[in-house]
Nanobody, 128 residues
Framework: QVQLVESGGGLVQPGGSLRLSCAAS????????IAWFRQAPGKEREGVSC????????YYADSVKGRFTISRDNAENTVYLQMNSLKPEDTAVYYC?????????????????????WGQGTQVTVSS
């Protein structure tokens, strides 16, 4: 049984930083990649970042490149999203998710339909 639990959201000023955590349990070789998505009010859910299970390669949406960093802890049971230089447009509910890795995948496609286990979400608000 795969379970994902996010934490670390909160209120931060523009230019500030937050670190989100995704605690995972029940992951298998088929459910090991972890992705972060976010959804702002009135907008569709969008991919933010992904870390692969096979090689720990990381991927980022253009909107967060250079500001966000995804990583996995030593036990490989928690994934973090370090968010720096936060902007008001980063305000959203952030979700972590996992799904089966396609055979011979060369990356990580941040499409919600490809991820079938989701955490409950954590609110990130960037405001002065």
């Amino acid at each position: 049984q795969v379970q994902l639990v996010e934490s670390g959201g909160g209120l931060v000023q523009p230019g500030g930083s937050l670190r989100l955590s995704c605690a995972a349990s029940g992951l298998t070789s088929d459910y090991y990649r972890i992705a972060w998505f976010r959804q702002a009010p009135g907008k569709e859910r969008e991919g933010v970042s992904c870390i692969r299970g096979s090689d720990s390669n990381t991927y980022y949406a253009d909107s967060v490149k250079g500001r966000f960093t995804i990583s996995r802890d030593n036990a490989e049971n928690t994934v973090y999203l370090q968010m720096n230089s936060l902007k008001p447009e980063d305000t959203a509910v952030y979700y972590c998710a996992t799904g089966p890795a396609p055979k011979f995948s060369r990356g990580c496609v941040l499409v919600p339909q490809l991820f079938n286990y989701w955490g409950q979400g954590t609110q990130v608000t960037v405001s002065s």
